[in-house]
């Protein structure tokens, strides 16, 4: 399987300010990487696919504007929540696609204030 | 209707039974089909994954899936305390090939 790191494991930051997650591909190089979201006692929502020298592609409903994906190289995605908002609050959670298959990182948790 | 249908539960047993995690999907294109295990305040992590129909055994984990019922299941036998978390089903194909549609997750607690 593949090895995905996340940085940070939590963040809490005021209201208006961004916040930089960062998701790493330890052992594999990702063309592609996801961004989901998780609000407590609720499944796994998809945000947007991240491409690698292409811009991200989103899901129907989430800004993008507000939450800006860049995926620089093969082994790093990095998601900005912009002029974060306490309804922003979540698990953030990043994952790669390998052999027919997903595997996520251990995800950032975000306390807006 | 959703893709994929799970029941949240939760589901409490004792250790040592035996558990029987079940999803629907209706996504007749689906092909890969995934376990998570999640821990609270921690990242899914992949427990058993398929291709197609049929069964898979790995420890005390078996996944099973029927393409023609579009059902699959998890069983957990000799289940212990460790065993507690929320279970997710994925699964992808298709249109949906490189991302998957997950259900809401099961929540088990095994006790003591």
């Known amino acids: 399987g593949a090895v995905v790191s996340q940085h940070p494991s939590w963040v809490i930051c005021k209201s208006g300010t961004s916040v930089k997650i960062e998701c790493r591909s330890l052992?594999?190089?990702?063309?592609?990487m996801f961004w989901y979201r998780q609000f407590p006692k609720q499944s796994l929502m998809l945000m947007a696919t991240?491409?690698?020298?292409?811009?991200?592609?989103?899901e129907q409903g989430v800004e993008k504007d507000k939450f800006l994906i860049n995926h620089a190289s093969l082994t790093l995605s990095t998601l900005t929540v912009t002029s974060a908002h306490p309804e922003d609050s979540s698990f953030y959670i990043c994952?790669?696609?390998?052999?027919?298959?997903?595997?996520f990182g251990p995800g950032t948790r975000l306390l807006v204030l | 209707q959703k893709e994929v249908e799970q029941d949240p539960g939760p589901l409490s047993v004792p250790e040592g039974a035996i558990v029987s995690l079940n999803c629907t999907y209706s996504n007749s294109a689906f092909q890969y089909f995934m376990w998570y295990r999640q821990y609270s305040r921690k990242g899914p992590e992949l427990l058993m994954y398929t291709y197609s129909s049929g069964n898979k055994e790995d420890g005390r984990f078996t996944a099973q899936v029927d393409k023609s019922s579009k059902y699959i299941s998890l069983f957990i036998r000799d289940s212990q305390p460790s065993d507690s978390a929320t279970y997710l089903c994925a699964m992808s194909g298709g249109a949906n090939a490189g991302k998957s549609t997950f259900g809401d997750g099961t929540t088990l607690t095994v006790k003591p």
């Open positions: 994952s790669v696609w390998t052999s027919g298959t997903q595997y």
């Open positions: 052992d594999f190089q990702a063309t592609t």
């Open positions: 991240s491409n690698e020298g292409s811009k991200a592609t989103y």
